[in-house]
């Protein structure tokens, strides 16, 4: 072949890699919405997702579910949270989760065909499980701020049929301090008080919460559930469970008169965007997880691959502040998602680019196989031969798109407060701060004697 | 576009608009005495459906009615007053409307039995706010229960829960439904009767 015809077969095989690189990934179709909530214009998120989505308004339900669609309605469920539609948001959360247990259920044989030819997103979507104990968490959340009780132990029960998979079938992701603590809450509040210790047991796994010591001591002295967490907290003693900063008590205090129990959810999860390293160093990392004889390579007209890695969210808050009345009050992490979505990215990773090296050898193989029928041709060949292999391979990669597929609108950080308070009308403010500065919410509540509200600040950014 | 081809162009864009209009979702109605009897005999989830809580009322009601305190109602001297509480939801599911709809069921039974006299759930719930009644939870509570429940006269009142073992697997999800339906005597808080039904559902390949 010259020269000549060769630059523009490379060319139009530029072309065609240029052409998959800048065709639509999930997260380059849902990032108006991110665009829109890290300016705090959660409306936009709303109506940008809703575009995604194809629907007009948050009222609608899709009527046809793709592959996207769970997906797309847990992220507004996440926007409609931060916007306090809690009804509505719980109302995707339980759409999405039913569709996503069909997608986790269902067998995906042309998925799984298509996702060693062309791309994993291909396949169905299956929920990781973080997002899969999120789900749940955010929906008791929903109901608890609706002052729900039966439905967020609904969802509590459903919170806990996921984690006990987990814990039997993969107790190194069996997570959730924050669906634990919630559950907990849920249960103590129903007078369930052995349900609720075993909960706490399970979110005191994760981390010490300073501010269960009282409950719990409380709830111990009556239930006498007790595990191995509860006996290391109780045996550390009450310490100054609830109270204002500085305060201490000496022994469990009393049942409060009424309760606020503050959540504020800052940032967002990491997501996965496309990204482009060249096969040496490709190899080098998925070598364990390739299909196939990676030297039919180095006839490949493409010499990168392609897969999704994961991006920070650029959050503006990574934390807190909170005052009820004047007075400050400590906020507790419960569980940093940001942390455990990469935890779990970065055990799958060898695997995604093993997978997407073995499809690069699987289009390097159907292009030699053009290659070699071109060369039969009686006129240049050589030239249709190459021409052949650019055509099938290039056709091949632009059909490749990196699966991007993520719950992208999952805070990061999620903190807890229990403020016991004497019943009646409170000022509560709450600042979610970090590098991006600060974001001030002010809320008003009446507690009745004996009961509770709860207060939840969303920032998503 | 010259005008004679203009009709056989509108009637092809027409002939291939047809079938793509016929292609798109459209509302069906179903059930007995309609033109898709079985809509209902398919599962569509694992949650509890109208199919699923008649056919465990059905077991229920007929296990009440066959009962020995059934037949002591029928052979009292006076119709006996019963009212009827909520079914408690213990399932991994969102069902209260349904169980609300199940107890409506109910009280249509023992109602049109002729055998007991019913009194309106309305004027129950009258009555649960009169005593203060305010959270959820407390309107399952047996105290609470018994204490409206002899206010409106009552001798019974009819309650119960629906509980569940839910199991999950990375390809089968199945839920284990049981249903229990109760009778207690409000003077004693004792147990008259109790019956129970089963139902599994499960999502498999």
């Known amino acids: 072949m010259t020269s000549a015809p060769r630059r523009r077969a490379a060319a139009a095989a530029t072309l065609l890699l240029a052409g998959a690189l800048a065709c639509a990934t999930y997260s380059d179709r849902t990032q108006a919405a991110r665009d829109a909530a890290q300016a705090g214009n959660l409306e936009g998120g709303e109506r940008a997702i809703n575009k995604a989505l194809g629907l007009h308004k948050s009222e609608e339900l899709p009527t046809k579910w793709k592959s996207e669609t769970g997906l797309g309605l847990l992220e507004r469920a996440m926007i409609l949270h931060a916007l306090g539609h809690y009804k509505l948001s719980s109302r995707d959360l339980t759409a999405a989760e039913k569709q996503l247990e069909l997608l986790d259920i269902a067998r995906d044989g042309a998925g799984t065909l298509g996702k060693y030819v062309f791309s994993d997103a291909s396949t169905k979507y299956k929920t990781p499980p973080t997002e899969k104990l999120a789900l749940n968490a955010y929906n008791m959340l929903n109901y608890l701020a609706l002052g729900d009780l039966d439905g967020a132990k609904v969802e509590a029960r459903r919170f806990t049929v996921i984690r006990r998979y987990y814990a039997d079938h993969d107790p190194e992701n069996a997570h959730g301090a924050f669906g634990s603590y919630l559950a907990g809450y849920v249960f103590e509040r129903l007078g369930d008080e052995g349900e609720a210790l075993r909960y706490y047991e399970e979110a005191l796994q994760e981390r010490t919460f300073d501010q269960l010591r009282a409950p719990i001591a409380r709830m111990h002295a009556r239930a006498g559930v007790e595990g191995p967490r509860i006996r290391a907290l109780l045996a550390e003693g009450t310490g100054s469970a609830g109270g204002p900063e500085g305060g201490s008590a000496a022994a469990p205090a009393p049942a409060p008169e009424a309760e606020l129990l503050v959540v504020l959810n800052v940032g967002r999860v990491p997501y996965k965007v496309p990204k482009r390293i060249p096969i040496g160093a490709a190899v080098g990392l998925g070598a364990a997880y390739i299909t196939g004889d990676t030297t039919v390579l180095e006839h490949s007209l493409f010499k990168v691959v392609v897969y999704p890695d994961l991006a920070e969210s650029g959050d503006l808050f990574d934390h807190g502040r909170l005052a009820v009345d004047g007075q400050s009050y400590p906020l507790e992490l419960v569980t940093d998602m940001g942390v455990e979505i990469a935890r779990e990215y970065d055990e799958l990773r060898p695997k995604i680019i093993g997978a997407a090296i073995s499809r690069l050898i699987v289009r390097a193989v159907a292009a030699e196989g053009a290659r070699a029928a071109g060369k039969q041709s009686k006129n240049n060949s050589g030239l249709v031969g190459f021409l052949a292999a650019a055509a099938v391979e290039g056709a091949m990669v632009a059909a490749d798109k990196p699966d991007t597929r993520s719950w992208t609108m999952l805070p990061a950080r999620v903190y807890v407060a229990r403020i016991p308070l004497a019943p009646g009308h409170h000022v509560v403010t709450l600042d979610a701060a970090g590098p991006g500065g600060r974001e001030g919410r002010k809320a008003e509540v009446d507690i009745p004697a004996g009961g509770f509200a709860v207060l939840d600040v969303t920032t998503l950014r | ?205």
């Open chain 2, 1 to 205: 576009m010259p005008t004679r081809l203009r009709a056989p162009a509108l009637l092809t864009a027409l002939a291939l608009t047809i079938p793509a209009a016929a292609c798109g979702p459209k509302a069906v109605r179903g059930g007995p005495g309609t033109e898709n009897p079985n809509l209902d005999q398919g599962a569509m989830s694992t949650t509890l459906d109208r199919k699923d809580l008649q056919d465990l009322m059905k077991v229920n009601m007929d296990q009440l009615f066959a009962s020995n305190w059934w037949a002591t109602m029928r052979s009292a001297p006076a119709r006996p007053v019963v009212a009827i509480w909520p079914i408690k939801n213990e399932t991994t599911e969102h069902i209260d409307g349904q169980l609300d709809t199940l107890l409506g069921d109910i009280e249509t039974q023992l109602v049109n039995s002729g055998v007991v006299a019913v009194v309106s759930r309305e004027r129950q719930a009258e009555m649960a706010r009169e005593v203060g009644v305010q959270q959820n939870q407390q309107i399952y509570d047996g105290a609470y229960a018994a204490q409206i429940s002899k206010q409106i006269g009552a001798q019974y009142y009819v309650t119960g829960k629906v509980g569940v073992v839910d199991e999950y697997m990375g390809d089968e999800r199945r839920v284990q439904y049981t249903l229990y339906m109760q009778v207690l005597e409000v003077e004693t808080s004792l147990l008259a009767y109790q019956t129970k039904s089963e139902r599994s559902k499960a999502i498999v390949r």
